[in-house]
């Protein structure tokens, strides 16, 4: 794959969903994930935790399969 490719698949996920991005370009949904978070990677980086004081839980969900 060439950087022009992964550059445009990166900014086309900014943009629509991934199934978007694969159905448009006829690759594999996986190639196009990898893609996507070899972007991100590279965009922000590793996260730091070494400051984090919280953590919040957003939603608890007991539906079927849940448990």
Same mark, same amino acid.
């Given at each position: 794959?060439?950087?022009?490719?992964?550059?445009? $698949?990166?900014?086309?996920?900014?943009? $629509?969903?991934?199934?978007?991005?694969?159905?448009?370009?006829?690759?594999?949904?996986?190639?196009?994930?990898?893609?996507?978070?070899?972007?991100?990677?590279?965009?922000?980086?590793?996260?730091?935790?070494?400051?984090?004081?919280?953590?919040?839980?957003?939603? $608890?969900?007991?539906?079927?399969?849940?448990?």
């Amino acid at each position: 794959m060439t950087r022009r490719l992964a550059t445009y $698949i990166q900014q086309l996920c900014k943009l $629509i969903p991934v199934k978007a991005v694969e159905e448009h370009l006829h690759l594999d949904w996986k190639t196009v994930k990898e893609v996507e978070k070899q972007g991100l990677q590279s965009e922000f980086g590793d996260t730091d935790y070494n400051r984090l004081r919280y953590l919040a839980v957003d939603e $608890i969900s007991y539906g079927k399969h849940h448990k």
